[in-house]
């Protein structure tokens, strides 16, 4: 590269120690989570995310979000995974819908894959 009066421009020395490595993106594909809170219809709802992971993160919130409700005064709320699978069990419904590119479709996923990335989400937040 040169100057405006031709003379060169100094090129900046940098070693492979300085330089990061671009982290390759993770796909992004797509995710709606279907609700049914209760049997009247108009409990039905979705939430949109943009994986699937911070839908498990969403599903795992709806069921904290019950926790505080139920408990106000308490801030340091615990619970069991066998206590959120009795509360995804208890819902009237629980799905996602995850877009797959190859396919330029969505897939239906069924309660059971959210309750296993659930299970796997909460297993590495504890380490």
């Known amino acids: 590269m040169l100057r405006q009066d031709n003379t060169p421009v100094p090129q900046k020395i940098s ?57 106000p005064l308490q801030t340091n709320i615990k619970y069991t995974v066998e206590d959120l699978f009795e509360f995804f069990d208890g819902l009237t419904e629980l799905a996602c819908l995850v877009f797959d590119p190859k396919l330029e479709a969505y897939q239906p996923k069924p309660p059971e894959f959210i309750k296993q990335r659930a299970l796997v989400y909460l297993q590495q937040k504890s380490k």
């Open 15 to 71: 070693s492979a120690l300085s330089k990061s490595k671009p982290q390759p993106k993770q796909p992004v594909y797509h995710t709606i989570l279907l609700v049914q809170i209760t049997q009247a219809k108009n409990t039905r709802t979705f939430l949109d995310y943009d994986t699937p992971e911070k839908a498990i993160v969403g599903a795992i919130t709806l069921y904290e979000d019950k926790l505080r409700e139920f408990n």
